[in-house]
């Protein structure tokens, strides 16, 4: 089984049931330290998308020229964390930028980034609203100081957002139903010697039960100086190109269900496996609270009574790879 497509038919689930207009929240659309998402790349001109509600956003005919992984990650495990005390996770692609990140239940904040310097926002910047659904809008204004060198840049950020869409995605390996359409427009301006402007518009769609984005297509204007503009798009999917199709896998292969959830003293792990297994919980910071064996047969049961409330992700590996479900401790 490809592993890139996992999370894409947890998503999809239940086949064949009518379309629903997904809301994004802090519990389900936040990733969390240890995640890891596989991502296609293409640089290519513009790709338009419809909005609207129950429509469907075209993306079939992208075309992977590159592949990452998107690591998340507790900020602990960088020395730079120290400079933003306030970052509660990281992202990286494993290169040399950085960002550092918080959320609430009102929603995603950038706090910082290691870029070409390692700063701290003053003013940290709401890149997501939760929660968010179809028609839900939002502005935020953000501002950080840093130096380069011998230069000190001061940054202003005013970001304006809007779910103008919602219902089936085509990718290149099939079809998503009830996904999100949310577009961001970013206005950066950087003050030092010289005056460094930067308007990122970005589409994502999201489903509400994977805490990334299956999709954004991004348009990224550059200009130095107060001179010409200079465009580059870029469009990152996960999933992969093509390999497999929706129609060739069955359900119980790559997902399964955690309940009761939330829950207090026992969660249930429904799950077929192909082989004994390992399955791990694992906290927010990322750290692994408790791990055990399964048999090739019969419910699981983990028991999670000696852990704090919060949330918690059940991490199953056999032989068909890793599969991921989040559940809720409460007390």
Same mark, same amino acid.
């Given at each position: 089984?490809n592993?890139?497509i996992t999370?894409?038919?947890? &998503? ?5 049931a009518?379309?629903a ?16 998402? #596989? ?5 290519a001109?513009s790709?338009?998308s419809?909005?609207?509600a ?6 079939w ?5 590159s592949n990452?992984?998107k /690591? %998340?990650?507790?900020p602990?495990?960088?020395s730079?964390?120290?400079?933003i005390?306030a ?12 960002? /550092?990140w918080?959320s609430?239940?009102?929603?995603l904040y950038?706090?910082g980034?290691?870029?070409?310097a390692? %700063? &701290?926002?003053?003013d940290?910047v ?10 839900t809008t939002?502005n935020d204004?953000? #501002? ?6 011998? %230069? ?14 919602h ?6 390996f099939?079809?998503?139903?009830n996904?999100?359409?949310v577009?961001t ?10 005056t460094?402007e930067?308007?990122t518009?970005t589409?994502? /769609?999201?489903?509400?039960? !994977?805490?990334?984005?299956v999709l954004?297509?991004?348009?990224d204007?550059?200009?130095v ?7 580059t ?9 093509g ?5 060739t896998?069955?359900a119980?292969?790559?997902? %399964? ?8 003293d026992?969660?249930?792990?429904s ?5 004994p297994?390992i399955?791990?919980?694992v906290?927010?910071g990322?750290r692994?609270?408790? #791990?055990?064996t399964? &048999? ?7 028991p !999670? ?5 919060g949330l918690y ?11 991921t479900a989040?559940f809720?401790?409460v007390?």
């Amino acid at each position: 089984m490809n592993p890139r497509i996992t999370l894409l038919l947890a &998503a999809s689930l239940p086949f064949g049931a009518a379309m629903a207009q997904p809301t994004l929240t802090e519990a389900n659309n936040v990733p969390a330290a240890g995640d890891i998402y #596989s991502i296609s790349a293409s640089d290519a001109d513009s790709i338009g998308s419809a909005t609207g509600a129950n429509v469907t956003f075209g993306s079939w005919m992208l075309e992977e020229q590159s592949n990452r992984n998107k /690591f %998340f990650l507790a900020p602990s495990v960088s020395s730079t964390s120290a400079a933003i005390p306030a970052a509660e996770l990281l992202s990286t692609d494993g290169g040399s930028d950085t960002l /550092f990140w918080s959320s609430d239940a009102n929603g995603l904040y950038l706090e910082g980034e290691r870029t070409a310097a390692t %700063f &701290a926002y003053s003013d940290k910047v709401k890149e997501m609203t939760y929660p968010c659904t179809y028609g839900t809008t939002w502005n935020d204004n953000g #501002s950080a100081t840093y130096a380069i060198g011998a %230069f000190n840049v001061v940054r202003s950020v005013v970001l304006t957002g809007i779910a103008d869409g919602h219902g089936t995605l085509q990718l290149p390996f099939g079809s998503i139903d009830n996904v999100l359409r949310v577009k961001t427009r970013k206005a950066t301006t950087d003050q030092s010697f010289t005056t460094l402007e930067r308007i990122t518009n970005t589409i994502s /769609f999201y489903v509400d039960t !994977v805490p990334f984005p299956v999709l954004r297509l991004v348009s990224d204007s550059l200009r130095v100086g107060g001179g010409a503009w200079g465009v580059t798009y870029t469009n990152e999917w996960m999933y992969g190109p093509g390999i497999v199709g929706l129609n060739t896998l069955d359900a119980t292969e790559v997902t %399964f269900t955690c309940y009761p959830n939330p829950a207090t003293d026992l969660v249930n792990l429904s799950v077929d496996l192909d082989g004994p297994a390992i399955c791990e919980v694992v906290d927010a910071g990322g750290r692994i609270v408790l #791990s055990r064996t399964l &048999a090739a047969q019969g419910l699981a049961t983990v028991p !999670v009574a000696t852990l704090p409330a919060g949330l918690y992700t059940a991490r199953i590996t056999d032989a068909n790879g890793p599969r991921t479900a989040r559940f809720q401790v409460v007390r």
